[in-house]
């Protein structure tokens, strides 16, 4: 029997309100993660630092979600899922209004990790909420509808605050993150309120026994490859567009907006199709990010084929993430919320080495043109894990 039985579906998938509900707070979850990309230049120039440096917004954020979002996980698993989500949302918006009123770069800095550390948090519950609704067969499913209206973020809310900084200030979609934020911690409030805390609290240890399956330790490396190949040239793609596509500062949200329809599509369909090919899907889009990326090597001096690749990008480079996600979580049945707050650290943790590596081949004789060398490598990489994934999970099935 194939690797890909393992996500054959069944059963049609139930998305109640509570899942839209927590996918809105995954839409805000996002956008602040890489609003940063499209405000880098407008950021440095406010805060008196390189744009390498004010990319270190990005990366620090991908830190605190490595560190915090397991740990957040853990201390949460005693509290209801309501508990955890809300107390998530007063602290990202503490966060942000931090951002949002200081000039301090230090400062800024330590609160982007405050809000990474309720980012994973949020993350981490609103996945195992999402796939529980939905059943082990259509779990893929329903957590890609999840992560699909959070990819909305990066149609809407990194576009949309992109521009606007650029006319208000960077500072002015911080605090509108704050605001939506206190929004959001009503609506989760009222959705959820009917549901009861978790009376089967599972403890530390068993939680971490569940893990003890190597394949979801080769899940969680194809999420680092996975994230450091796609965000290591997604981080600085506006100094790409500006300097090598030579496109003025103003058309740049446009073309992040055609790479956040790429990543909207493509985390639903991805979702949608993994739940029956899981691993044909996996290195479809691998392979598809690989040569995406390659050929953007080549032609970034051409605008036209440069925003059709960036398009491109989004489409195949976030596809992966609900089937990796739903994988994790299913094959350590015993340990969801940990196994769902592994997966967003370690995509995570592809973020931050991706956008850290990236930050300085931009400063490297590659120019603008490293960041997007860098994501090639990684993309490369990736057939690594997933190769080794595929063929434990054949020796699982023929056992």
């Known amino acids: 029997m194939a690797p890909d039985s393992v996500g054959a579906v069944t059963v049609k998938s139930r998305n109640p309100l509570a899942t839209f509900v927590l996918a809105g707070g995954t839409f805000l979850m996002g956008t602040t993660e890489f609003i940063v990309a499209g405000l880098l230049p407008t950021i440095a120039a406010d805060l008196g630092v390189t744009v390498a440096d004010a990319g270190l917004m990005i990366t620090v954020f991908a830190i605190g979600m490595v560190v915090g979002t397991p740990l957040m996980a853990v201390l949460m698993l005693k509290l209801s899922q309501r508990t955890a989500l809300c107390l998530s949302l007063v602290i990202f918006a503490i966060g942000h209004v931090i951002v949002a009123t200081t000039s301090d770069f230090a400062l800024v800095l330590s609160a982007r990790v405050v809000t990474a550390l309720a980012t994973g948090a949020f993350w981490a519950v609103a996945a195992v909420v999402a796939s529980r609704e939905a059943g082990p067969e259509e779990s893929s499913r329903a957590v890609g509808i999840v992560i699909s209206v959070g990819m909305l ?55 971490f026994k569940a893990l003890q399956d190597v ?43 055609g790479y956040g329809v790429g990543a909207f599509i493509g985390s639903y369909t991805g979702g949608h199709l993994g739940a029956r090919r899981p691993y044909s899907v996996l290195f479809a889009t691998t392979t598809g990010t690989l040569l995406v990326l390659g050929a953007l090597c080549l032609v970034s001096q051409q605008s036209v084929l440069t925003i059709c690749l960036t398009v491109l990008l989004g489409l195949f480079g976030v596809s992966m993430h609900p089937i990796l996600i739903a994988m994790a979580v299913r094959l ?18 592809g973020t931050a080495v991706g956008s850290w590596s ?20 990684i993309a490369a990489l990736c057939f690594i894990p997933l190769g080794l994934l595929a063929s434990r999970q054949r020796q699982v099935v023929s056992a």
């Open 153 to 207: 973020a990066n149609v809407i809310g990194v576009p949309v605050g992109s521009l606007a900084g650029q006319f208000v200030g960077w500072r002015g979609p911080f605090w509108i993150l704050a605001a939506l934020a206190g929004l959001g911690l009503i609506a989760v409030y009222r959705t959820l309120m009917h549901n009861p805390p978790e009376t089967d609290a599972v403890s530390d240890r068993a939680e």
């Open 215 to 257: 394949r979801v330790w080769l899940v969680l490396a194809c999420c680092v490859a996975v994230n450091g190949a796609s965000y290591s040239a997604y981080s600085y793609l506006v100094p790409l567009l500006m300097v090598n596509t030579g496109l003025p500062e103003v058309v740049t949200p446009f073309v992040l907006l």
């Open 332 to 349: 350590a049945a015993g340990a969801p919320t940990l196994a769902s707050a592994l997966c967003t650290s370690f995509l995570n943790l």
């Open 358 to 377: 990236a930050g300085l081949a931009l400063e490297s004789e590659l120019g603008v043109l490293g960041p997007v060398v860098v994501g090639t490598a």
